[in-house]
């Protein structure tokens, strides 16, 4: 089982190393590096400080399906758990290391948690999906409006569709405290505020008008959502060169801006979360 997880790990770090490979050939990593060093610092202080507030509808979401599984559970060890999360999900696929987050919350029922955080994921990905398919619409084709019936559908038959996945199905009962809308709501406003700091990151560049980009935005996050990489690293790069290039974006302005997301937005935290790991527990407890 070790070696099945190992192969996959080693296979998504050489497909993102392609994508890589294959960025540096549309843009040199010179010009990415030259647009850097030139990015606007009141643009770049900006995306710092949406960074908590990015954290914050995490925590928020995160707090509420534990606060439904666990009776008493304390704020510190709901965000530290989130935190830790960054370190796994920096070498998964579609951050699917944030159900790691279940098993830093004490509790002696970690397979409920896990279950309630295989839930929440399923609400990130119903939220880019629908956002995803709004884009589509405006950008390519009335007929993708349909598309996004297919998550409204998810929502409405969340817990029957959470019936049917293995090792979360046994948790019904304590799934249907939760309220989907609630929580999708929360986790599409964790969806705006990322597309704001990307916007953000762009205008470090150049600048472009909001609502051009907006859908735009929102594109490459839906499509960067896509398990194929170690948290999207190339791919969102790629597709960024791709997509901007319809507002006259350069690319290695693409590919910077979106460098600097992963940077702030993955990196830091993920950062944080190894720094935690390395605190002795006895220590962490009490602090």
């Avoid at 790990?9 to 993102?16: A, G, N, Q």
């Avoid at 960074?51 to 666990?70: A, D, G, T």
């Avoid at 409006?145 to 559908?153: K, M, N, R, W």
Wanted: net charge positive; charged share 15%; proline share 3%.
């Amino acid at each position: 089982m070790r070696m099945i997880k190992n192969k996959k790990l080693l296979f998504r770090i050489i497909i993102s190393v392609l994508f890589l490979i294959f960025l540096f050939i549309i843009v040199k990593p010179t010009q990415i590096v030259s647009t850097l060093k030139r990015a606007d610092t009141t643009w770049v202080l900006l995306i710092f400080l949406l960074l908590p507030i990015n954290i914050l509808f995490q925590f928020i979401r995160w707090r509420y399906l534990v606060k439904s599984c666990v009776d008493e559970v304390d704020n510190k060890e709901i965000i530290q758990s989130i935190f830790y999360s960054f370190s796994y999900s920096i070498f998964t696929p579609a951050r699917l290391g944030d159900i790691g987050r279940a098993f830093h919350i004490t509790h002696e029922k970690k397979k409920e948690l896990v279950a309630f955080a295989v839930y929440e994921k399923l609400f990130a990905f119903i939220s880019i999906l629908m956002l995803g398919m709004i884009a589509l619409t405006v950008y390519q084709h009335i007929l993708f409006i349909l598309g996004a019936i297919i998550p409204v559908l998810i929502l409405i038959f969340s817990n029957r569709i959470t019936a049917k996945i293995p090792k979360v199905k046994y948790h019904i009962k304590k799934l249907k405290r939760v309220n989907p809308f609630g929580l999708f709501i929360i986790s599409v406003l964790f969806v705006f505020i990322y597309a704001i700091q990307f916007y953000f990151a762009l205008n470090a560049f150049c600048s472009i008008p909001f609502l051009k980009s907006f859908f735009l935005i929102i594109l490459v996050i839906f499509f960067n959502s896509i398990p194929i990489t170690l948290s999207g690293l190339g791919v969102r790069e790629v597709l960024s060169v791709y997509f901007f290039e319809n507002l006259g974006v350069a690319a290695a302005e693409a590919a910077g801006a979106s460098l600097l997301i992963f940077f702030i937005n993955i990196l830091i935290p993920t950062f944080i979360g190894f720094i935690l790991h390395l605190i002795p527990k006895n220590k962490t407890s009490a602090a």
